[in-house]
């Protein structure tokens, strides 16, 4: 909740990235103007609030992820983050409709329709365009814009003739307007008298050739008659809320949420309608000649059936529908019964009493309720007129579903967000086997189309944490080669999120970004080697270094070394030199992974899991090779040891300690232990070589790990949380700096110092910290700095931090 906005927010809307953007209107001192504020924050920081003011001189009236921001004059603005920061946006490019308002926006969908099959995943689902965006106004002029990189817009619109055409069948200004794909669904009251009657719908979808706008095709719907739904009720002032899913064809219609007062007997119906196609010929020759025809096609007459309704709805303040395109055929709806996995099954709607209730996307049957501090359960008669007569209660003015469905996002009429947990099943008390498939299931598909899974986190007990990331593990081993290739980090990165949540598995958190850092490593260098001759048939470099390293089993680095082609290793000077940090890393982390391996029977201790990784242990056997070649041209990009003898070649020693426990783990089915031998002599090298301290990674000062006891946690923007008498923080502390101590670059691996001067940026998801800007200008530094422009090496967002950190 905000101290110091007493502002009305608006609307809302959740990214796939899991940032949530609001509006709200900030009167002045004077009380004379209205400033229009676009609040955007990310869930695992939701107390840092980046505020802008929008610019728009009129009401926002819609929001849309890439952020897209539209007023009731006309004016649309699309806004991209600076520098690739969360909390740092900027409004890139902007275009208007003629000063009416907006009523509908939305990015340009592809046309893929995918459905996602209850315990069958099938990666990609719909996605949108990234290009253009299609919009509607008031007064039906509806374009189609792309975003050039010139920030001018190519619109496309409905001709005066045509817009003359369609106000024919209207006489008031539409309520609600959906867009989805290239085409818009206006929905509009037809007033006659004092009575009214919703009755027309009307279709415009683009028509797009090379990208680029070539006309508005109009496809009109069949009318149908909304009054007929309703069992008693006093004549509505129109269709007010009225929200789509994007990869579905079934409309879900909220009427009665407008302000007026609603009488004591008086409740909202609610319809569920479907489109289908063709109407009746004659009806389309009618219809036909009050559009001109786009080319030589006529126009397309469409018709409603009614799937569903109901009448037992109090008032409607806000309509939330779900994003996870779930499969609807009666196969999966069965499956999902047996199984009580409802994700993706379920609208939210909000009502003026303060309440939230999750109803059946098909049959619009209640599943789950939440009743807010504000809101009563309602028990007789007196209690209802006694609340009504209190004055207004708090109520959600707006509401968006995650992506998958497991979170609810609301902001209510007094300025404050809210965060709702909505449980898999709805509630159903299931067995472990069960709960743990529903979130498998959804870990998948997370994993599969590159969403965040934060809101999944939500629902992870501390004791499921090791079970799932075996089942995920599993899961993964069982796709093809090509598929583990591509997911091969997006696996580790969410392994890393969930053994956060419990205090068994905190030092495994650690294994697993060393391990993303040392996939990076292994490719940037890798990709650093050229070939000798340009018209070379063979294989890479890189790929004949990973070949010839896991063939030759010589314990002698110098062998191995013999069998490659040094020509291919050949850098300059200034680029060796520029890497010396990261090889530091390579040869500091293989140093302490030896000298744990006497404790290997300590699972607690950071670098366990490497003991027994068989890949991870072969990747630094190949980088120790290449680092003793570079050594050779430039010994000062060697890493740095202290030794106690000034003859100990220990780049030898390493590598052959190296070899000998690789040789113990590098077939995975077949781990033997490590031979008494080789555990003496790792025994040994705290006496030989001086064995560094690891930078692990910072606390995540995010707020998933406070939310696993299910009590409600209560935030202020502005100010985080403290994280005293946190049990996982406590894990923690013997892998993080004491305060006073020098921080540390963790993608540069460059030292900070106590108290940073330069300007940083962190990772939303792990905490990782790095500088905003490069010190360096040496094209392979930019090369390995490029790799982390956009994202994290875990795959989270940047965001701003302040000029000194803790």
């Known amino acids: ?55 728009h001189a009129e009401v926002i009236t819609c929001l849309s992820f890439r952020l897209l921001s539209a007023d009731a004059d006309g004016h649309i603005k699309c806004w991209s983050m600076t520098d690739h920061l969360a909390n740092s946006w900027e409004n890139t490019v902007g275009s208007m409709v003629e000063g009416d308002p907006v009523v509908a926006l939305s990015w340009l969908h592809n046309g893929v329709k995918l459905a996602l099959h209850v315990e069958k995943v099938r990666p ?136 007026w007062k609603r009488s004591a007997d008086t409740n909202v119906p609610m319809s569920l309608l479907s489109v289908r196609s063709p109407g009746h010929p004659t009806s389309a020759r009618k219809m036909s000649r009050l559009f001109p025809t786009v080319g030589d096609k006529q126009p397309m007459i469409l018709k409603w059936r009614i799937l569903s309704a109901t009448n037992d709805l109090d008032r409607v303040s806000a309509v939330a529908l779900p994003k996870l395109p779930i499969s609807l055929t009666n196969t999966d709806l069965k499956v999902a019964n047996d199984t009580k996995f409802f994700p993706g099954l379920g609208l939210a709607l909000a009502f003026h009493d303060g309440s939230v209730h999750i109803v059946h996307r098909l049959s619009l049957q209640m599943m789950a309720v939440f009743y807010g501090s504000s809101s009563q359960r309602p028990v007789d008669e ?211 992974l030896l000298a744990s391996l006497p404790n290997q029977g300590s699972p607690v201790r950071p670098g366990h899991s490497f003991l027994r990784d068989g890949a991870s242990l072969g990747m630094f056997r190949e980088l120790m090779v290449v680092i003793r070649i570079w050594g050779l041209l430039k010994p000062s990009c060697l890493p740095v040891y202290t030794a106690t003898s000034d003859t100990q070649d220990s780049m030898s020693l390493l590598f052959r300690l190296l070899t000998k426990l690789w040789l113990c783990c590098r077939e995975e089915n077949h781990i033997t232990e490590p031979d008494d031998t080789l555990i003496d002599e790792c025994c040994l090298l705290p006496s030989q070589l001086l064995i560094p301290n690891i930078d692990w990674l910072p606390i995540n000062d995010g707020i998933i790990s406070k939310l696993q006891n299910k009590q409600l946690v209560r935030l202020q923007f502005g100010k985080a949380p403290g994280l005293v008498g946190h049990t996982v923080s406590s894990q923690f502390d013997a892998f993080v700096r004491a305060p006073g101590q020098p921080k540390i670059d963790h993608l540069r691996r460059l030292h900070l110092g106590a108290y940073p001067t330069e300007e940083c940026k962190s990772c939303t998801r792990c905490g990782c910290v790095t500088m905003l800007k490069s010190p360096n200008k040496v094209t392979a530094v930019k090369q390995w700095e490029q790799r982390w422009i956009k994202n994290c090496l875990c795959g989270g967002l940047w965001r701003r931090m302040p000029l000194s950190y803790s």
Request: aromatic share 8%; net charge positive.
């Open 1 to 55: 909740k905000s101290n110091h906005c007493p502002s009305i927010p608006l609307v809302c809307a959740w990214s796939c990235r899991n940032l949530i953007a609001f509006t709200t209107d900030l009167r002045n001192e004077e009380e004379k103007d209205l400033t229009h504020m676009v609040h955007i924050i990310d869930t695992e920081h939701p107390w840092d609030v980046y505020s802008v003011n929008s610019g």
């Open 124 to 259: 990609g689902p719909a996605l949108l365009s990234r290009a253009g965006c299609g919009f509607c106004s008031a007064c039906f002029c509806a374009a189609v814009g792309f975003f050039r990189s010139l920030g001018q817009v190519r619109l496309g619109s409905l001709s005066r003739q045509k817009q003359r055409s369609v106000s024919q069948l209207q006489h008031g200004v539409p309520r609600c307007c959906w867009c989805c794909q290239p085409a818009f669904l206006i929905v509009c009251p037809n007033f006659s008298g004092c009575e009214m009657e919703t009755k027309a719908f009307l279709c415009l979808p683009a028509v797009l050739q090379n990208r680029r706008v070539r006309g508005l095709a109009v496809f009109l719907l069949l009318p149908v008659n909304l009054n007929l739904l309703r069992a008693r009720a006093r004549p509505f002032p129109g269709v007010s809320q009225q929200r789509r899913v994007r990869e579905l064809s079934d409309l879900p219609l909220v009427r009665g949420s407008g302000s």
């Open 382 to 592: 007196q209690t209802i007129k006694r609340q009504r007569t209190a004055g207004p209660l708090v109520h959600f003015k707006a509401m968006q579903l995650s992506w998958t469905s497991l979170a609810l996002a609301g902001i209510d009429s007094h300025g404050k967000l809210s965060m709702l947990r909505i449980s898999p099943s709805m509630g159903h008390v299931l067995d472990m086997n069960t709960s743990l498939r529903h979130l498998l299931f959804l870990l998948e598909y997370c994993m599969v189309t590159g969403y965040d899974w934060w809101d999944i986190l939500l629902h992870v007990q501390p004791n499921m944490v090791q079970n799932l990331v075996e089942k995920l593990h599993e899961e993964y081993m069982r796709q093809s080669a090509a598929l583990q290739q591509v997911l091969s980090t997006r696996i580790v990165a969410m392994k890393a999120s969930l053994c956060k949540l419990s205090s068994s598995t905190i030092a495994r958190v650690c294994d697993y970004h060393a391990k993303l850092f040392l996939i990076a490593i292994s490719c940037t260098l890798k990709s650093l080697l050229r070939p000798h001759f340009l018209n070379t048939p063979d294989k890479s470099p890189g790929d004949r270094l990973t070949e010839i390293c896991s063939k030759i089993t010589d314990i002698d680095i110098d062998k191995v070394m013999i069998n490659l082609k040094t020509e291919e290793f050949v850098l300059e000077m200034t680029t060796l030199q520029s890497l010396q940090q990261l090889i530091q890393w390579v040869g500091d982390f293989v140093l302490y």
